[in-house]
C-alpha cells in the first residue's frame, strides 16, 4: 500500500465520527519542533490524500470546491513538551 493510500485510510479513520457537512474548509498544519527552514508546499500532497480521506468517510460528497475549500497549509513551532511533530488537519463547517 502506497503512503498515499495509508494517509488517505487513516483520513477517512479518523474523520468517521464526524456528522456529514453540506460545504468544509480545511487547513493542515504542520506542528514542527525546531526553527528549521520548511516550504509549506511540500505537505501539500498530504492535504490532498486528507481531503480524499474525508470524501471516503462521507463528510462531503467531494473535494472540488464546491464542497471544500482547500486553504494553504501553515508550519507552526510548538515546544519540544508538546511530543512529537505532527500534522493537524482543521475542518470547519461552512
Keep these: 500500500m502506497t503512503l498515499t493510500r495509508k ?3 487513516v483520513a477517512a479513520k479518523e ?3 464526524i456528522p456529514a ?3 468544509c474548509r ?3 498544519v504542520w506542528l514542527v519542533l525546531d526553527n528549521r527552514r520548511r516550504d ?3 505537505v501539500v500532497p498530504t492535504l490532498k490524500a486528507m481531503c480524499d480521506g474525508l470524501v471516503d468517510a462521507g463528510l462531503v460528497p467531494d ?3 464546491e464542497y471544500m475549500m482547500k486553504l494553504m497549509p501553515v508550519i507552526h513551532k510548538v ?3 508538546f511530543g512529537p511533530a505532527k ?3 482543521i475542518i470547519e463547517e461552512m
Excluded: F
Design 26 to 28: 480545511v487547513q493542515l
Design 15 to 17: 474523520s468517521a465520527h
Design 40 to 42: 509549506v508546499d511540500n
Design 7 to 9: 494517509v488517505r485510510r
Design 87 to 89: 500534522l493537524q488537519l
Design 63 to 65: 473535494d472540488t470546491p
Design 21 to 23: 457537512l453540506g460545504k
Design 79 to 81: 515546544d519540544r513538551e
